[in-house]
């Protein structure tokens, strides 16, 4: 945000996940069977690989597990299965089963599947494989601006935000966990790519110049995805923030943007992060930074990130009367901060 250095909380987020057990580090092998353990090998996915379903086709995935030789039979399970899942057993020495479901419309998104194989003394280490639902069964998909809803993330850890959906493509951005005023780093999600390795990609917006920019991060370097339905939209010439959810307006006010000399950016942006705890007046009862920045302020402490916040100077709203940041009312932007959660896009016209 421009100008701040303040710390703030970030505003909890909501799952859209159905999540199921605990995942391990190690992948399945290809090779024999350990002497005293179970394994997975054959045509088992990788732990951690992903794929990718569309309604009303059916999705199959091939498990096959192997102990000793004489050893006692194994069991293969998955924990939580979607509605309308099943195992179809095919075999016992090595144990082989195809987890089949053909998703239905009520089960767009994303799912995690945990599947499991033991034998009466021993544990083969559990593999989790993610499973993007669409309209059709396509590698590459919208994540955001459909059906009204939007989906955003936490980040896990700091990542390299590159180019193309690939390691080895050029770095654009490296994001950080922690944003510059040391609250969690929520992402956008534009959309995902799963390659025919189970590469899982997501493509995000970026918090650089120029605006608009985006990049690719691995699916892992997120948390659960947070679907939203809400919308906010700044209208420089008529100095007016409209938030709207599913379509329905749900809070209007007047604004103060930027002065021409520090114009406030046009664009596609979303809320990154939401603060309080201001020791300046200027920034009013609370502030929601953006990812939109300042073309003029490179200078400015803070990096010259656009913020959306109070004021002590009520009086001079409506108007052009900022370095760019976007004002309200404290009474405005405690309501607006009511109904609208981090992550939330924003249009500024």
């Known amino acids: 945000m421009l100008g701040t250095g303040a710390r703030g909380a970030h505003a909890k987020g909501r799952t859209a996940l159905v999540a199921a057990a605990s995942a391990c580090a190690l992948g399945a092998s290809t090779g024999a069977a350990a002497a005293d353990g179970v394994v997975w090998q ?15 086709k059916e999705l199959r995935i091939q498990l096959e597990a192997a102990g000793p030789a004489a050893g006692p039979p194994i069991r293969i399970w998955a924990d939580r ?22 998703p239905t419309r009520r089960q767009l998104g994303e799912w995690q599947l945990v599947f499991n194989a033991a034998s009466d003394s021993a544990f083969a280490r559990s593999i989790t494989i ?10 590459s998909f919208r994540l955001s601006n459909v059906r009204g809803a939007s989906q955003s993330a936490v980040l896990l850890d700091a990542v390299a935000a590159r180019a193309e959906p690939s390691r080895r493509s050029r770095v654009v951005a490296r994001l950080r966990a922690l944003t510059p005023e040391h609250v969690p780093h929520v992402v956008y999600l534009l959309g995902g790519m799963i390659d025919r390795q189970g590469r899982y990609w997501l493509r995000v917006r970026l918090p650089i110049l120029p ?32 938030l709207y959810r599913r379509g329905r307006v ?20 979303y809320i990154r992060e939401r603060l309080t705890g201001f020791t300046d007046p200027i920034y009013g009862a609370l502030a929601f930074g953006t990812n939109a920045r300042s073309a003029v302020l490179t200078d400015w402490p803070g990096g010259g990130f656009v913020g959306i916040h109070g004021t002590n100077q009520p009086e001079i709203l409506p ?10 009312r404290n009474p405005d932007i405690r309501r607006l901060s009511r109904l609208m959660p981090v992550g939330t896009p924003v249009t500024i016209a």
């Not at 993610?130 to 590698?139: C, L």
């Not at 608009?212 to 100095?239: C, K, M, N, Q, Y």
């Not at 108007?319 to 309200?328: D, E, F, K, N």
């Open 42 to 56: 054959g045509r088992t996915p990788k732990d951690g690989t992903a794929r990718v379903a569309g309604v009303g």
């Open 81 to 102: 299965m979607p509605k309308g899942a099943r195992l179809q057993r095919l075999a016992d020495g090595p144990a082989k089963t195809i987890f089949r479901w053909r």
């Open 130 to 139: 993610r499973v993007h639902v669409g309209r059709r069964a396509t590698r």
């Open 211 to 242: 605006n608009g920019s985006s990049g690719w991060i691995p699916r892992e370097a997120v948390g659960s995805f947070t679907s939203l339905d809400t919308h906010l939209i700044i209208d420089r010439g008529r100095f007016r923030a409209t």
């Open 250 to 269: 749900v809070f209007q006010s007047y604004v103060g943007v930027g002065l021409p000399q520090w114009p406030t950016p046009a664009g596609r942006f």
């Open 319 to 328: 108007g052009q009367v900022s370095h760019g940041c976007i004002r309200l």
